[in-house]
């Protein structure tokens, strides 16, 4: 039974930082195979950072230079760092594994998806 679970989202004010955390048991763990994604009120869910190997990562446009994925394999554990949060940011925060097709930034690519974290950017 594959289980993700997110943590480390909360309530920051513009140009703060937070960093989530997606622990995932059941499986085998992959880097690779797993991502982040987000999703606002009204908006669909949208890929925002993955691994294309265990030295190449992929960010959207939107949060380059801002957001950082890593790994600890002996953790588990998938993070996203999130640095200079912007109002545009606040949405909820999925990590996904199961990745079966090749585009990292589809949802429809992934087989499971934890419960999700909130960040909420004040301005």
């Known amino acids: 039974q594959v289980q993700l679970v997110e943590s480390g989202g909360g309530s920051v004010q513009a140009g703060g930082s937070l960093r989530l955390s997606c622990v995932a048991t059941g499986n085998t763990y992959s880097p690779s195979s797993m991502g982040w994604f987000r999703q606002a009120p009204g908006k669909e869910r949208e890929g925002v950072a993955a691994?294309?190997?265990?030295?190449?990562?992929t960010y959207a446009d939107s949060v380059k230079g801002r957001f950082y994925i890593s790994s600890d394999g002996a953790k588990r554990t998938l993070y996203l760092q999130m640095n200079n949060l912007k109002p545009e940011d606040t949405a909820m925060y999925y990590c996904?594994?199961?990745?079966?097709?090749?585009?990292?930034?589809?949802?429809?690519?992934?087989?499971?998806w934890g419960q999700g974290t909130q960040v909420t950017v004040s301005s």
């Open positions: 691994f294309y190997s265990a030295a190449l990562d």
């Open positions: 996904a594994t199961g990745r079966y097709l090749p585009d990292r930034f589809s949802p429809d690519s992934y087989k499971y």
